[in-house]
């Protein structure tokens, strides 16, 4: 992690010409935003079909001398990360990844007005086109970061958006977007896909296609992230934790974005 870190900040308290690299900055010179929803069990919307989430006070201050919950959630519950194993036998646990699978540059796709006129949308190669038109090359290695506005509904039944028969609609990557993403690198060794959704893929795919493809190639997913209106399109960094279970499909998550203060000097690593 620390080789990461040095790779994409200069250390120390100094300012960018003090780093002496054009484009690089110091760590001051980043900011921190929270990406992770609050886990609360009167709040968090769980997935169909998963363990409730709850929280049991176990010990108070004034009868026991300390206070401690008991947690029983799922390794998907609220804003999480998944790892490759998830849904395939032969791919890394949580516990396997490398520091680095989780600290990677991140870019946002706004999708906000397309998903707000269509539940289902799919986002398009041709939208990624269009956003490196705007912004420039999506960096390799990076977590590219879908920001549907559905975070908006979080806490609510309006963030399942079930249908009268019972089938969920909630916006995602179409799967040739994600093998575009693949097949020309920007994805790399490692990398991600983010949403503040419940999956990466529209909720109508009830195969996970676009999971499936995404863990086969050894990345992970960032799922029902929150604050992405404070996420800048690119120059960020994504930072994930939480706990790593042994034989982990993921975890429930701290993610944390270093962001830079000043828009107009981003680092230009990866790009």
Same mark, same amino acid.
């Given at each position: 992690?620390?080789?990461?870190?040095?790779?994409?900040?200069?250390?120390?308290?100094?300012?960018?010409?003090?780093?002496?690299?054009?484009?690089?900055?110091?760590?001051?010179?980043?900011?921190?935003?929270?990406?992770?929803?609050?886990?609360?069990?009167d709040?968090?919307?769980?997935?169909?079909?998963?363990?409730? =989430?709850?929280?049991?006070?176990?010990?108070?201050?004034?009868?026991?001398?300390f206070?401690?919950?008991?947690?029983?959630?799922?390794?998907?519950?609220?804003?999480?990360?998944?790892?490759?194993?998830?849904?395939?036998?032969?791919?890394?646990?949580?516990?396997?990844?490398?520091?680095?699978?989780?600290?990677?540059?991140?870019?946002?796709?706004?999708v906000?007005?397309?998903?707000?006129?269509?539940?289902?949308?799919?986002?398009?190669v041709?939208?990624?086109?269009?956003?490196?038109?705007?912004?420039g090359?999506?960096?390799?290695?990076?977590?590219?970061v879908?920001?549907?506005?559905?975070?908006?509904?979080?806490?609510?039944?309006?963030?399942?958006? =079930?249908?009268?028969?019972?089938?969920?609609?909630?916006? +995602?990557?179409?799967?040739?977007?994600?093998?575009?993403?693949?097949?020309?690198?920007?994805? +790399?060794?490692?990398?991600?896909?983010?949403t503040?959704?419940?999956?990466?893929?529209?909720?109508?795919?009830?195969?996970y296609?676009?999971?499936?493809?995404?863990?086969?190639?050894?990345?992970?997913?960032?799922?029902?992230?929150?604050?992405?209106?404070?996420?800048?399109?690119?120059?960020?960094?994504?930072?994930?934790?939480?706990?790593?279970?042994?034989?982990g499909?993921?975890?429930?998550?701290?993610?944390?974005?270093?962001?830079?203060?000043?828009?107009?000097?981003?680092?230009?690593?990866?790009?």
């Open positions: 992690m620390a080789t990461a870190v040095g790779g994409m900040i200069a250390a120390g308290s100094g300012s960018a010409g003090a780093a002496g690299r054009p484009g690089q900055l110091a760590l001051c010179d980043y900011r921190l935003v929270n990406l992770a929803h609050v886990n609360d069990p709040r968090t919307n769980v997935y169909p079909g998963d363990p409730a =989430f709850t929280l049991t006070t176990v010990t108070t201050v004034p009868e026991h001398g206070y401690l919950q008991y947690v029983e959630q799922g390794e998907h519950t609220g804003t999480h990360w998944g790892a490759p194993a998830h849904f395939n036998d032969d791919q890394p646990y949580a516990d396997e990844l490398d520091a680095e699978d989780l600290f990677l540059p991140a870019v946002k796709v706004d906000r007005a397309q998903a707000a006129a269509n539940a289902d949308y799919e986002v398009t041709a939208d990624l086109q269009r956003w490196e038109q705007r912004h090359r999506i960096p390799n290695e990076a977590a590219v879908l920001w549907t506005g559905w975070e908006a509904r979080w806490g609510t039944p309006a963030f399942f958006n =079930f249908d009268a028969a019972g089938q969920m609609h909630q916006p +995602g990557f179409s799967l040739e977007a994600v093998q575009w993403l693949v097949n020309t690198g920007r994805l +790399g060794r490692r990398g991600a896909l983010g503040d959704t419940f999956s990466p893929e529209p909720a109508t795919d009830v195969e296609r676009v999971s499936k493809l995404l863990y086969r190639e050894h990345r992970i997913s960032l799922e029902i992230l929150a604050n992405l209106a404070q996420l800048p399109e690119q120059g960020a960094h994504i930072l994930v934790g939480g706990t790593v279970n042994r034989r499909s993921g975890s429930p998550a701290s993610i944390y974005a270093f962001v830079p203060k000043v828009t107009g000097r981003l680092p230009r690593e990866g790009r």
